[in-house]
C-alpha cells in the first residue's frame, strides 16, 4: 500500500474523522496512571487458554505497569479456564461476540475478530491507554513506553508469506490504542458498509478507519514470525531487541485442544506440541519455541493446585 492510497483512504467517509488528527497536545501532556493503562487480550476458546497465560506470565516476568484486561465470551469459556485466567491477573472482562458484517464467509479463525473491535469500550473501566496482544503473543521486554506514546493510534506494518512481504498495511495483532465508546459507535455504523478487505476481518476494517493517520512502530514491537521465514538476516539484526514474539506462521500450543478440561492431558497436549515444532524445519523455530515454553513452564507451576472445580 503506497502513501498516495493512504492519501485516498482518508477522503473516504468511513474514516474516522477524529484519527485525522493524529496527535495533539492534550495527549502529550496527559500520562496516564497504573489504573488508566491497560494491557488487553482476548479469550474466545478455551484452547488458547495456554496462550493466555503464559502471556499473562510473559508481562509479570518483565514486571509491566498495567492492568491486564481479558474480553472473554462468558457463553464459550470454562468456569475453570476463567478462574486461572483470574488467577493469572486478569480482569475479565465479558463481552458479546461481533458477527462478521452480512454474515460473510471468512477463514474460519477469523469469524470472531470483529469483537475486537469492542477494545475502544474500556473507557467505560476507566482505561485511558491500551495495549492490545493476541493470545499467541509473548513479552520479551518491558513494553511501558508504548502507554506515554502522544497518539490515538499505533500498530506494526504486516508480513505476508506468500505475497508482497513486507507492506505498510498494518498488522492487528498488537495495536496501541485510545479507548473511547463514541468511536466504537461510528466503527459499528461503518462496518456494514465501509469498503475494505474483508478477507482480512477487524484487521482489514482498521486499516481502512484510520487510514494514514496510524504511527507505524518498528517490527521489534510485533515480531511477526513471518519476518524470520521471508527475511532471516532481517530477524536476525532485530534479535536483541525484540519486544513482542507473534506467533503467526507456527502456534506453540495446539489451536483445537479437546484436552483443555483435563489438566493432564492438556499439558501433554501442549509439550508435545511445542516438542513437535521445536523440532520441525530442522529446529527452524526452536529458540522461538523455547522462549515460549519458558513462560509457559513458570505459569504451570504457578497455577499448580489452583482452580481445581
Not at 484486561?69 to 472482562?93: D, H, K, M, N, T
Not at 536483541?240 to 501433554?268: C, G, Q, W
Amino acid at each position: 500500500m503506497t502513501l498516495d492510497v493512504l492519501d485516498d483512504l482518508n477522503a473516504m467517509d468511513a474514516v474516522n474523522a477524529a484519527s485525522v488528527s493524529l496527535r495533539g497536545d492534550d495527549l502529550a501532556s496527559h500520562a496516564p496512571s497504573r489504573g488508566e493503562r491497560a494491557i488487553v487480550s482476548s479469550l474466545y476458546s478455551d484452547s488458547y487458554l495456554p496462550g493466555i497465560l503464559t502471556l499473562a506470565q510473559s508481562l509479570t516476568t518483565v514486571n509491566t505497569g498495567a492492568r491486564y484486561v481479558l474480553l472473554y465470551f462468558p457463553e464459550r469459556i470454562s468456569p475453570r479456564s476463567a478462574c486461572l485466567a483470574q488467577e493469572a491477573g486478569w480482569e475479565l472482562v465479558p463481552v458479546e461476540r461481533i458477527a462478521p458484517p452480512d454474515n460473510r464467509r471468512l477463514y474460519y479463525r477469523y469469524v470472531d475478530q470483529y469483537t475486537k473491535l469492542r477494545i475502544w469500550t474500556l473507557d467505560t473501566i476507566g482505561v485511558k491507554v491500551g495495549v492490545y496482544l493476541d493470545g499467541d503473543t509473548v513479552v520479551n521486554r518491558n513494553v511501558d513506553e508504548l502507554f506515554t506514546l502522544p497518539y490515538t493510534f499505533a500498530a506494526v506494518p504486516d508480513v505476508y508469506l506468500p505475497g508482497p512481504g513486507f507492506v505498510m498495511d498494518i498488522n492487528a495483532g498488537v495495536l496501541v490504542f485510545r479507548p473511547s465508546t463514541a468511536v466504537f459507535e461510528d466503527m459499528m455504523q461503518k462496518v456494514p458498509s465501509a469498503k475494505y478487505n474483508h478477507g482480512d476481518s477487524e484487521q482489514g476494517f482498521l486499516r481502512m478507519y484510520f487510514a494514514r493517520q496510524v504511527l507505524r512502530l518498528p517490527h521489534i514491537y510485533n515480531a511477526n514470525m513471518a519476518i524470520k521465514y521471508r527475511a532471516l538476516n532481517a530477524w536476525h539484526a532485530i534479535m536483541d531487541d525484540l519486544r513482542i514474539i507473534h506467533y503467526t506462521l507456527v502456534k506453540p500450543f495446539p489451536e483445537d485442544n479437546p484436552m483443555i478440561e483435563d489438566p493432564v492431558k492438556s499439558e501433554a497436549l501442549v509439550r508435545k506440541t511445542l516438542n513437535e515444532r521445536k523440532a520441525s524445519k530442522n529446529g527452524f523455530w526452536k529458540s522461538e519455541m523455547e522462549l515460549w515454553e519458558r513462560h509457559y513452564n513458570a505459569s504451570v507451576r504457578s497455577m499448580d493446585g489452583k482452580c481445581l472445580l
